[in-house]
């Protein structure tokens, strides 16, 4: 098992910017990977974006060239997502998931709202 520590979001103008962090804790040396999802109002969950243990990552077309998902490099289990050109669109609740190996539960943040004020 895992558990997730969410920071950062708030209200910020259109253009602004913001930096999410996910602390995980727990079986770390299991994990698969990291990642962000987020939930508009209305909208099914949504990929935002994920890093796998070997560091490799995957932006959702719709965030790619602001959105930027990055590691801790001394510390492999905190991920950063740094919102740049902020929209109105990105508004929603972000939520960071742990996949880990051999393990099919779904491990979940409470969540962090993001608004964008246009």
């Known amino acids: 098992q895992v558990q997730l520590v969410e920071s950062g979001g708030g209200l910020v103008q259109a253009g602004g910017s913001l930096i999410l962090s996910c602390a995980v804790s727990?079986?770390?040396?299991?994990?698969?990977?990291i990642g962000w999802y987020r939930q508009a109002p209305g909208k099914q969950l949504e990929l935002v974006a994920t890093?796998?243990?070997?560091?490799?990552?995957?932006h959702a077309d719709s965030v790619k060239g602001r959105f930027t998902l990055s590691r801790d490099n001394s510390k492999n289990t905190v991920i950063y997502l740094r919102l740049n050109s902020l929209k109105h669109e990105d508004t929603a609740v972000y939520y960071c998931n742990v996949d880990l190996f051999g393990d099919p539960t779904a491990y979940w943040g409470q969540g962090t709202q993001v608004t964008v004020s246009s």
């Open positions: 727990g079986s770390t040396c299991s994990i698969n990977a």
């Open positions: 890093i796998t243990s070997g560091g490799s990552t995957k």
